[in-house]
């Protein structure tokens, strides 16, 4: 069974940097899809930011430039590391794995979200 626990929340200033960590418990493969989602009060989640294979990613516009996201698979953890944090960065951020299974059943697993409070 797989398990994501997301950490590095809280409350910062406008301008201010904050690490979110996204620990895996149970497998985690190279090919698995690592995303980090967010949802604003009154609002739908949205994908910020996605790895697979530690090196491609792909981010939301409002977030590029600021946003970096990463994994070590050896420690089976994924990284969002976010700069310049903006008011309308608040939300809870949430980390999402995808994984196609070698016959080719998709599964996806969510973590129980960490709060991001940006002042300005």
């Known amino acids: 069974q797989v398990q994501l626990v997301e950490s590095g929340g809280g409350l910062v200033q406008a301008g201010g940097s904050t690490r979110l960590t996204c620990a895996v418990s149970?497998?985690?493969?190279?090919?698995?899809?690592m995303g980090w989602y967010r949802q604003a009060p009154g609002k739908q989640r949205e994908l910020v930011a996605s790895?697979?294979?530690?090196?491609?990613?792909n981010y939301v516009d409002s977030v590029r430039g600021r946003f970096t996201i990463s994994r070590d698979n050896a420690k089976k953890t994924g990284y969002l590391q976010m700069n310049n944090l903006k008011p309308e960065d608040t939300g809870v951020y949430y980390c999402?794995?995808?994984?196609?299974?070698?016959?080719?059943?998709?599964?996806?697993?969510w973590g129980q979200g960490t709060q991001v409070t940006v002042s300005s």
């Open positions: 999402k794995v995808d994984r196609t299974t070698g016959w080719g059943a998709k599964e996806e697993y």
């Open positions: 149970g497998s985690f493969f190279i090919l698995d899809a």
């Open positions: 790895i697979i294979d530690s090196r491609l990613t």
